[in-house]
């Protein structure tokens, strides 16, 4: 019998993953041919265009939505380790209501386009994880993935496989941590207390780690728990899972 050809996968790095933390870009490439995919980086991505999408320039989203799709839409699927940036590109084809077939192209794009724990899971039926992380972490729910993808059980069911690790809830796991994106910058002040209450949820569950699938979060979190000298490590779970925790938490003075 010939064997099923693996599964062609384009990951999209994503801005934050690119500038701030490549290992999480590694970390998911590593994981997803575990998984027996054969996995591609595309060189002409660019940003999702998320951040002029909730600032109201369509045009310019758009654009970048067009730059996209040209470079993803020859993969089986493409992957993101990020639920807002995946969650974005769920809505491109409402940008293209007046461009039926650019409508049409975004649409069977977004119908291929995953989130990294989702993908995993859901359409890999990976359940279990080689790997070890002999701390105790607690996980933060990102809005984007947990509301608009779903995506709620797909990391914590990874996670229990991982050798040594255990999972302590923190109160309020589902509440926006207040980055929001573009909200922290119209908003600091509500943005500031929304990450202080979750700072203080995180030290509650007495974690030595806080885990998440979205930079933009986790970037956040880890300047709240840094500003007040809090030793909670802030990593996004691909890292864990895929066994690439050599290098320190986001936010560590050693990283800097």
Known sequence: MTPSPKPRVALFVTCLVDLYRPAVGFAAVKLLEDAGCQVSVPGTQTCCGQPAYNSGDNASAAALARQVIEAFEGYDYTVLPSGSCAGMIQYFPRLF?????????????????????????????????????????????????????????????????VDGLTLEEMPDAEV?????????????????????????????????????????????????????????????????????????????????
């Open 97 to 161: 209501d007046t461009e039926p077939d650019w409508k049409t192209r975004a649409q069977a794009f977004a119908d291929r386009t995953h989130e990294l724990m989702s993908f995993l899971t859901d359409v890999c039926g990976v359940q279990t994880i080689s790997a070890s992380y002999p701390e105790t972490v607690t996980y933060h729910d990102s809005c984007s993935g947990l509301r608009q993808l779903g995506i709620k059980q797909q990391p914590r069911t990874l996670l229990a496989s």
């Open 176 to 256: 926006c941590c207040g980055f929001g994106g573009t909200f922290c910058v119209k908003y600091p002040e509500i943005s500031g207390r929304m990450v202080d209450d979750k700072a203080s949820n995180i030290t509650a569950t007495g974690a030595s780690t806080v885990l998440g699938g979205d930079l933009g979060c986790l970037l956040n979190i880890a300047g709240r728990l840094k500003a007040t000298g809090s030793p909670v490590k802030v990593r996004h779970a691909a890292e864990v899972l895929a066994g690439m925790t050599d290098q320190p938490g986001l936010g560590d003075p050693e990283k800097e």
